[in-house]
Each structure stands twice: as structure tokens, then as C-alpha cells.
């Protein structure tokens, strides 16, 4: 027994794709501009308050600052993977994403160097106190060619440092 019943149009699959491009475009470029403002505004307090010696606070904001970098990361990812689709589907939107990630990329850049500045600085007051300590300890000795003896390892007193605030 048939129960095909010839009148009926066959039904069409449905689409792969239900949402349309320009949708999915628009959802992926907010994700993306989502995770840089989360992660932008994350960073512009961390420059502040290293600029302003706080160091200490900054560094609380590290596990905040390591999650919204994978949420970034996994954003760039899925535009990455679906950048020749947005190229056909919303080219606008491309070079829009593009603009605003060479803007984030500079104010990467400046809270690097902030972060660069306060490292070099507090490596050099480091070393400048080991400088100190040292020669505290090593005796003033002269060879018997009159020139200034090289301390032996035995003079030269190991610096701790804590890298714990």
C-alpha cells in the first residue's frame, strides 16, 4: 500500500542556516567588540592604577584580566574562521572590526609600556640596592701590583627578593 500522494509538493529541506548572514555577522562583530571593550576598559584601569603606584591593586585584577583575554581570543578566533563569509556578506562591518582593532592594539600598546616603565624601574631600584649591599661587604684590598683586589665569591652576600607584594 502507497500512502504517497502525488498532489503534495515535496517539502523543501530546511535551510542550514536559518538566521541570515548579515545576522550572523552582526553577532559575531559584537561578540568581538563586546570582549575588546570588556578588556580595553580592564586594561585602562590597570595603566591607572600602575601609573599611580598601586601596583599592588593591579595585580588583583590579573585572573579578571586572564579571562576577558580568552573571551578576546576565542572572538578573534571565530571571526578568523568566518572572516571570507563576512568579507561577502557585510564588507562594511569588516573594515569597521579592523578600524576599531588597530585602536585597541594602540591602547595595548601604551599599557605595555606603562607596565615596561614600572618593571625597568623597579629593577633598577633592585639592583641599586644589591649594588649597595655589596659593597658594604666586600673588603677594600689591593693586589700587590696596587690595584684594586676582585672580592671572591665567599664576599658577595645572595639579595631575597619577594616577588609577593
Given at each position: 500500500?502507497n500512502h504517497?500522494?502525488?498532489?503534495?509538493?515535496?517539502?523543501q529541506?530546511?535551510?542550514?542556516?536559518?538566521?541570515?548572514?548579515?545576522?550572523?555577522?552582526?553577532?559575531?562583530?559584537?561578540?568581538?567588540?563586546?570582549?575588546m571593550?570588556?578588556?580595553?576598559?580592564?586594561?585602562?584601569?590597570?595603566t591607572e592604577?600602575?601609573?599611580?603606584?598601586?601596583?599592588?591593586?593591579?595585580?588583583?585584577?590579573?585572573?579578571?584580566?586572564?579571562?576577558?583575554?580568552?573571551?578576546?581570543?576565542?572572538?578573534?578566533?571565530q571571526?578568523k574562521?568566518n572572516?571570507?563569509?563576512?568579507?561577502?556578506?557585510?564588507?562594511?562591518l569588516l573594515s569597521?572590526?579592523?578600524r576599531?582593532h588597530?585602536?585597541?592594539?594602540?591602547?595595548?600598546?601604551?599599557?605595555?609600556?606603562?607596565?615596561a616603565?614600572?618593571?625597568?624601574?623597579?629593577?633598577?631600584?633592585v639592583?641599586?640596592?644589591?649594588?649597595?649591599?655589596?659593597?658594604?661587604?666586600?673588603?677594600?684590598t689591593y693586589?700587590?701590583?696596587?690595584?684594586?683586589a676582585?672580592?671572591?665569591?665567599r664576599?658577595?652576600?645572595?639579595?631575597?627578593?619577594?616577588?609577593?607584594?
Amino acid at each position: 500500500m502507497n500512502h504517497f500522494n502525488a498532489s503534495r509538493r515535496p517539502m523543501q529541506a530546511p535551510r542550514p542556516n536559518a538566521a541570515p548572514e548579515s545576522a550572523v555577522a552582526r553577532k559575531i562583530a559584537e561578540h568581538l567588540m563586546d570582549a575588546m571593550s570588556s578588556l580595553l576598559g580592564l586594561i585602562e584601569r590597570e595603566t591607572e592604577l600602575v601609573r599611580a603606584g598601586n601596583v599592588r591593586e593591579a595585580m588583583t585584577l590579573e585572573g579578571q584580566k586572564q579571562e576577558l583575554s580568552r573571551n578576546y581570543v576565542g572572538a578573534v578566533s571565530q571571526l578568523k574562521a568566518n572572516q571570507a563569509d563576512l568579507a561577502k556578506s557585510a564588507p562594511e562591518l569588516l573594515s569597521t572590526l579592523h578600524r576599531h582593532h588597530d585602536a585597541f592594539r594602540a591602547m595595548l600598546q601604551v599599557n605595555l609600556t606603562v607596565l615596561a616603565t614600572a618593571h625597568a624601574v623597579s629593577e633598577g631600584v633592585v639592583r641599586g640596592v644589591n649594588a649597595e649591599i655589596q659593597k658594604r661587604n666586600v673588603p677594600n684590598t689591593y693586589t700587590a701590583a696596587g690595584r684594586r683586589a676582585a672580592p671572591g665569591p665567599r664576599h658577595i652576600t645572595p639579595l631575597a627578593v619577594s616577588r609577593s607584594l
